[in-house]
């Protein structure tokens, strides 16, 4: 059965660090786009980054490019997402997806549409407060 774990969630102070991770089981990474997505209270899930299978392109949004790194280790059949200068606005559930697309797979894209994405996790909290 395919699932998708992260972990690696917490409560941080502003400017502090975490690394997300997502680890499948039944999906072999290397061949998904994979994203990661997050939720506040309140407000609609947004995407945050996300890397193209094989030979990786990634993408970041605005709020967090030169902040938050995305990677894959394909030894581990895992992604992780190394968070940087965090801040309060970070705070959100984070959850990582799988897009098992033929159409991105063969252009090596990835996309941050979540309705593109057939796999999720169940999330993990990120809180960031003083």
């Known amino acids: 059965q395919a699932q998708l774990v992260e972990s690696g969630g917490g409560l941080v102070q502003p400017g502090g660090s975490l690394r997300l991770t997502c680890a499948a089981s039944?999906?072999?990474?290397?061949?998904?786009?994979i994203g990661w997505f997050r939720q506040a209270p309140g407000k609609e899930r947004e995407a945050v980054s996300c890397?193209?299978?094989?030979?990786?392109?990634?993408k970041y949004a605005d709020s967090v490019k030169g902040r938050f790194t995305i990677t894959r280790d394909s030894t581990k059949n895992t992604v992780y997402l190394q968070m940087n200068s965090l801040q309060p606005e970070d705070t959100a559930v984070y959850f990582c997806?799988?897009?098992?697309?033929?159409?991105?797979?063969?252009?090596?894209?990835?996309?941050?549409?979540?309705?593109?994405?057939?796999?999720w996790g169940q999330g993990t909290q990120v809180t960031v407060s003083s």
């Open positions: 039944g999906l072999p990474l290397d061949y998904y786009a």
């Open positions: 997806a799988a897009d098992r697309s033929t159409h991105t797979r063969l252009l090596g894209l990835c996309v941050f549409s979540a309705s593109e994405y057939d796999y």
């Open positions: 890397i193209s299978s094989g030979n990786p392109n990634t």
